[in-house]
């Protein structure tokens, strides 16, 4: 795992190490360590610590918008590289005391050239991991998928939003429990009333419960920050309760069948005739 890390380290940094943190050679080629640079600052999961526990200001969300789009474009750089982070999240950014982000941690990331059941191992935070990575193999869910890149979108859609309300739009996951992804998350603007409509559409996109509302490529999620309200993404419609629970028709039927069973019954004992 380590010697996967430091290959995956090395190739990712070799032309282009911006947002990411420069792997050091090793003069040991034996030793059981690898040594990257060192970056004063803190890490997201830090910054909101001390929001919550320090009673300190949230980030503007000009600075958090900014934020996401340095973080999308070194994830851009990851995915042209066919690489796959497999766990943003606030612990794994990190903010230098010169203002620059990077992403760290490159201890679960694919290369693509894994066979299929290191893939199919789950790994990453299961909050901030897409829910059709929980789906069981079955006629009714559908075939699970692998971690992709478009499951690091979904990933930083969470974080900004948790960064931008201080909660997680589906709330603390444990693994495979689905039934945390039966609701449509609320707009952030409804937590946070200076934050605007079309930031709401984007992030609403970005971790839609249905993967084929969500953005497709980093390309198409950086370019919906940088026009924002320019040229703003439709609102999200509204996932209908069949789909997001397809037992709730089933349960309203019983529900219904019963209550007209006791009204029967009620009738033909107490009712004269």
Known sequence: ??????????????????????????????????????????????????????????????EVIDAGLAIARALGRLHRQGVTHRDIQPRNLHRSDDGQWRILDLGVALSGREPSEVRALHAGTPSYMNPEQWLEQDAEAGPARYADARSDLFALGVTLYEWLTGTLPYGEIEPWQIARYRHDPRAPSRRRPDVPIWLDHVLLKAIARDRSERFETVEEFVLALERGAARPLPAPSRTPLIVRDPAALWRSAFFVALIFDCLLVFWLLFLPR
Not at 26 to 53: C, K, M, N
């Open 1 to 62: 795992m380590l010697a996967h890390e430091a290959w995956l380290a090395g190739r990712v940094t070799e032309r282009d190490w911006q947002g990411f943190v420069r792997l050091r050679e090793v003069t040991d080629p034996s030793a059981f360590y690898i040594v990257y640079d060192w970056h004063d600052g803190h890490t997201l999961a830090q910054i909101l610590d001390e929001e919550r526990h320090r009673r300190r200001a949230r980030c503007a969300v000009a």
